[in-house]
């Protein structure tokens, strides 16, 4: 087993030990207090649970490159509408996000130009159009058959210039 590399993370500890001294979330159960799940980008320019005005407890995020709606998103999906009292999902893309600003072969390209890695047994879902992309991901939840009926489920994109959310017909 690996020691803790604490050097590389003593930024996040010493933040860590100032949060854990005004921790105030110890009654939180776990469950989406207002029934909401969001799938969105791991693009550190979205803080998902501000952009809702929502705070800790109140949805579960669920992350990934592209906001993409995957096997595991759908796995954690059921997860979280069974026993998470999720009963909503917003399925939450942004503008200006690198997933839909190239094709596959471009990004297998820059990653082996920059690091010497070839990725191409990887598939990173890109899109050439955000917004079919966001009614195909928005339908394959609705269509998930052990998803409840009852989940409403919805698509909006973030724009991360305004903080704006565009409702998108899907």
Request: charged letters at 25%.
């Amino acid at each position: 087993m690996a020691k803790f590399p604490i050097d590389a993370f003593a930024d996040v500890l010493q933040a860590n030990s100032k949060f854990a001294t005004t921790f105030e979330d110890e009654h939180l159960t776990g469950t989406a207090r207002r029934g909401l799940a969001i799938v969105t980008c791991i693009d550190s320019r979205i803080n998902p649970l501000a952009v809702v005005g929502m705070k800790s407890g109140d949805a579960k995020i669920l992350r990934n490159a592209g906001a993409r709606v995957t096997d595991d998103v759908l796995r954690t999906l059921v997860l979280a509408s069974y026993l998470l009292a999720v009963n909503r999902v917003l399925v939450m893309p942004h503008t200006d996000c690198r997933m839909a600003s190239g094709d596959e072969e471009s990004i297998h390209a820059s990653i082996e130009e920059r690091h010497g890695i070839d990725t191409r047994n990887i598939e990173f879902r890109t899109v050439s159009d955000q917004r079919e992309a966001l009614a195909t991901d928005v339908a394959s939840i609705r269509a998930y058959s052990i998803l409840p009926k009852t989940l409403q489920v919805a698509g909006a994109i973030y724009n991360v210039h305004t903080g704006e959310l565009e409702p998108i017909d899907c």
